[in-house]
């Protein structure tokens, strides 16, 4: 049990999927402008990289490795993140609206996401099984939501100061997210 | 529905193509990866388990048949006799697999030394089986009794990495086994 | 002749990838801790994007428009596949440098983005002369930056010795931080000149190019984009 606790708060914090993994900036900086897109952004990230994960898992263990396959993988798992994406879009639409209406616009992006791959690949090199598998990358998911949310914040007050011209927009959200990555360095003396 | 048809063929097309392209050059480059693989993984063990030959242990490998199963051997030649082999064997371990390269010293019939080549240990605890402290304790041991000292044996387990140290001294178990059903095949195949 | 100069020529400097375009951030940060990875990594998306545009070019007429994302994501994957034999063949430790970001060249916004921003819609001939153009631009910036990162933050480039004695390696430049901060402060340098320029001919400074990642294909598998 205290195993599964330490991968759980090891994946958020200490190994941040984008502050120490550099997986997922695309979207770190590109959607952290303002908070609430940010949160968005963040949950449909959780709930794609964990079916994502598990999905991918399952395809490796029962079909590339039977077949002799295994070198195919990267291009399996992007064929299957793509297709689940397009599904999980169509099956929101229909059955869960409000939950389209306030994540619907953020999956499309998701395809391009290199966290959600990212943690896929991890998982496979890393060799988890299949329950670790689905904790590791739900709790992978969270941290990537919990750097975006954080880094949102911190450009939204950013916003509002007088900064040098060329120093607005990416460079100081680029530089931001490289404090915060100091920040979470102190985490790694926790594990 | 004609579109229909032409995506679906285009999109099988397609896959066909790049699935047998893919295929072929995986036929090609297999036996370079798998020279790659020894030369960059396996050497450096290698070279720290065997001593004093003059050949290339990695190019005058031989596959041998154990228990239904294919071992990798490696052999250290001097003056044309054999003097000495190593091979890879694994075990489980706190973190995942062990995988232990074992060298035998053919002719006082002892180990000549163990090295790790790849592991998933907690750094800092278990990964410490493969520092020289412990593994320096299997060098010129006899071929019986390699035990821990909490099993009747003499090998001193680290403090607080009892699984990583059972999980190697279980895969020098398994490489003793190997060499010591096979040796004679060893002695003929590189005479 | 001079427009297949001008297509390869602007991703030179005009629209250089990384630092203009604000594109396939990851590999960027990720690799860029040494020189030698940053031109390794460039030279692997240097072949896929030449080949990838020059493919995508080339049946770009026979794709039915509602599933040439999903054509270009199955071009690019299998070049990727194809990188990564490559390079465990015969580039082996650089494969183990570059980890997972190997296999992740298929999702770099550059190989989508330019399938649909310019492969499909030009001849194989310009495709190319883009792809080369973008790849190299964007090897460029990886070893520049990951020159940057290892002279300031382990005293060496390339692994050669180029710091005097006493030299004192900020730790902090090859970690994520440093990977952050170095490309925030490149990137606002960058505006800088850029706004320099603009004033000596009169003009307004104007923010640099803001991140968007809807511009890059990332609509993805979409149906709507």
Known sequence: MQEYFLLFIGAIFVNNIVLAQYLGNCPFIGTSKESGVAIGMGAAVVFVATMAAAITWLVQAYILVPLGLGFLQTLAFILVIASLVQFVEMFLKKMVPPLYKSLGIFLPLITTNCAVMGIALICQREELDLKTTILFSFASGLGFMLALVLLAGIRERLAVRRLPIAMRGTPIGLVMAGLMSLAFFAFKGMI | MKEMIKMVVVLSVLCAISGSGLAALKQVTEPIIEEQVLTYVQAPAIESVLTGYDNDPIKDRKKFEYDGQVVMVFPAIKDGKLIGVALETASKGFGGQINVMVGFDVAAGALSGIGITTMKETPGIGSRVAESGFTAQFQGHPLKMVELKSKGGDIDAIAGATISSTGTVNAVQNALAIYNSLKDQFAQSWS | ?225
């Open chain 3, 1 to 225: 002749m001079s427009k297949l100069w001008k297509e390869f020529s602007k991703g030179l400097w005009k629209e250089l990838p990384p630092f203009k375009l604000v594109l396939g951030l990851c590999p960027v940060l990720a690799v860029t801790n040494t020189a030698n990875n940053g031109l390794g990594m460039g030279a692997a998306v240097i072949f896929v994007l030449t080949l990838s545009n020059l493919l995508v070019s080339l049946v770009r007429k026979a794709i039915p428009a509602k599933v040439r994302i999903a054509c270009f994501i199955v071009i690019a994957a299998s070049l990727v596949v194809a990188v990564e034999l490559l390079m465990q063949a015969f580039s082996y430790p650089l494969y183990q440098q570059l980890g997972i970001f190997v296999p992740l060249i298929v999702v770099n916004c550059i190989i989508l983005g330019r399938a649909e921003a310019f492969a499909s819609k030009n001849p194989p001939l310009l495709s190319i002369a883009d792809g080369l153009g973008m790849g190299i631009g964007f090897t460029m910036s990886l070893t520049f930056l990951g020159s940057l990162r290892e002279i300031l933050g382990q005293g060496t480039w390339f692994g050669m010795h180029v710091t005097w004695d006493g030299f004192e390696p900020f730790g902090f430049m090859v970690q994520a931080p440093g990977a952050f901060v170095s490309l925030g402060v490149l990137l606002a340098l960058m505006n800088f000149m850029e706004n320099v320029r603009r004033k000596r001919r009169g003009l307004k400074a104007v923010e640099g190019p803001s991140h968007d990642c809807g511009s890059c294909g990332a609509c993805g598998s979409s149906s709507k984009c």
